[in-house]
């Protein structure tokens, strides 16, 4: 069983900055890839950035350029660092890793874009 906690998440005007942070219970974070999903309300949940066990990264086009995903696999944690941020980017965001054995999901964190 993993446990993954977000946190980081918060109100910021357009132009703004947040950085989310994904914490494990276990060191997972040197085996599996890990993902940063949002979801706005009435949407579906979307792939927003990812890490690859490996150190490689993907993003949406919609953030790229903008938002940032990093490891810190010592202290068990995954953050995202987002810049410039839009009143589009407003979503609850998720981390999620996949296992072999089942993916795991946090519970959450709210960032809302507004002036």
């Known amino acids: 069983q993993v446990q993954l906690v977000e946190s980081g998440g918060g109100s910021v005007q357009p132009g703004g900055s947040l950085r989310l942070s994904c914490a494990a219970s276990?060191?997972?974070?040197?085996?599996?890839?890990t993902d940063w999903y949002r979801q706005a309300p009435g949407n579906q949940r979307e792939l927003v950035a990812a890490i690859t066990r490996a150190g490689s990264t993907n993003y949406a086009d919609s953030v790229k350029g903008r938002f940032t995903i990093s490891r810190d696999a010592v202290k068990n944690t995954v953050f995202l660092q987002m810049n410039s941020l839009k009143p589009e980017d407003t979503a609850v965001y998720y981390c999620?890793?996949?296992?072999?054995?089942?993916?795991?999901w946090g519970q959450g964190t709210q960032v809302t874009v507004s002036s």
């Open positions: 276990r060191n997972i974070f040197r085996i599996y890839g």
């Open positions: 999620k890793v996949t296992t072999n054995i089942a993916p795991y």
